[in-house]
C-alpha cells in the first residue's frame, strides 16, 4: 500500500474509535485509493461492511484489499478474520488503533475447528457451526443466510423460516438420530439456537459469549427444544 492509503487507513480508524473502521482499497483510474466504509455491525468488537458501500465500491473500481481496525488489540486476525478472509478471496489488512499498526494477509484455505471457534455472530455462530459441520462430515452444503444482529428480536425468524429452503423436514424428538438438528429458544422471544446431535446423548454448538463444543444434551438444552430436524439427504 502507497503512504497516502495508510494514512488515510489509520486516519478512518482514528475517527471511529473506540468502535472498529472498516473499508476497502480498491484501484480506481489506475491508482490505489482507501474508500472508508460504514460498519453495520452493533457489536463494540465486530465489523460488517455496509453493503449498500460495498456495492458502491465495486462500482467505483476494482476492490483489492478489504480493511478493518482492532481497538486496543493486536492487528493479527481472529479465527471470524481469518474465515471472513477466505470468504471473500481477497487480501485482508487490519490496523490497530491507537497503535497504528498495520497486519496484511491473504485467503490461505483456513478452516476453523468445529469445537474450539470463538464466536462473532453472521461469521461463526450457531447456524455458522451447523453449516460447517454438514458439509466437512456428510459434504452437504447448506445454504447462508444474511442475520443481523439480535435479529430474534425483531420481525426475522431465521430458523423457523428457512430450515425447509435447506433440505431439513421436522421429525419427533422420540426418533433423534446422529446428524439431526435441535433447534432452541435459548433466553429469546423465537427460536434462536441451533444444534447438532452427534449421538449417545450428546450435542455440538456453539451458544454466544462461548467456544463451540460439545454438551450433553439434557436438562436445561432439552427443556429450551423446540424442533427437531432431518435433512433430506442426510446418511
Known amino acids: 500500500m502507497t503512504p497516502e492509503t495508510l494514512a488515510q487507513i489509520r486516519a478512518h480508524a482514528q475517527q471511529c474509535f473506540p468502535l472498529e473502521s472498516c473499508g476497502v482499497v480498491l484501484v480506481q483510474h489506475g491508482k490505489e485509493r482507501y474508500r472508508p466504509c460504514r460498519n453495520a455491525s452493533t ?4 465489523f460488517q461492511i455496509d453493503p449498500r458501500d460495498y456495492a458502491q465500491a465495486e462500482e467505483a473500481g476494482d476492490i483489492i484489499t478489504i480493511v ?3 481497538v486496543n488489540v493486536s492487528p493479527q486476525p481472529s479465527q471470524a478474520d481469518l474465515v471472513g478472509c477466505e470468504a471473500t478471496g481477497l487480501p485482508w489488512a487490519i490496523v490497530n488503533w491507537p497503535t497504528g499498526e498495520l497486519h496484511e494477509f491473504t485467503p490461505t484455505q483456513y478452516k476453523a475447528p468445529l469445537i474450539g471457534r470463538a464466536f462473532s455472530h453472521g461469521v461463526l455462530d450457531c447456524y455458522s457451526l451447523i453449516r460447517d459441520y454438514y458439509q466437512e462430515v456428510l459434504g452437504l452444503v447448506l445454504p447462508d443466510f444474511s442475520r443481523r444482529d439480535d435479529w430474534w428480536h425483531g420481525d426475522e425468524d431465521l430458523y423457523r423460516d428457512n430450515f425447509a429452503a435447506a433440505g431439513f423436514v421436522v421429525v419427533d ?3 433423534l438420530r446422529l446428524h439431526d438438528v435441535i433447534l432452541m429458544q435459548l433466553c429469546a422471544p423465537k427460536t434462536n439456537h441451533g444444534a447438532v446431535y452427534l449421538g449417545d446423548g450428546i450435542i455440538l ?9 460439545r454438551d450433553p444434551y439434557g436438562g436445561f438444552w432439552q427443556k429450551i427444544s423446540t424442533h427437531w430436524l432431518r435433512h433430506k439427504d442426510a446418511p
Do not use: F, K, V, Y
Request: proline share 5%.
Open 43 to 46: 457489536g463494540a468488537d465486530q
Open 205 to 213: 454448538h456453539h451458544p454466544m459469549n462461548r467456544l463451540s463444543g
Open 68 to 70: 478493518h481496525s482492532h
Open 173 to 175: 424428538e422420540t426418533a
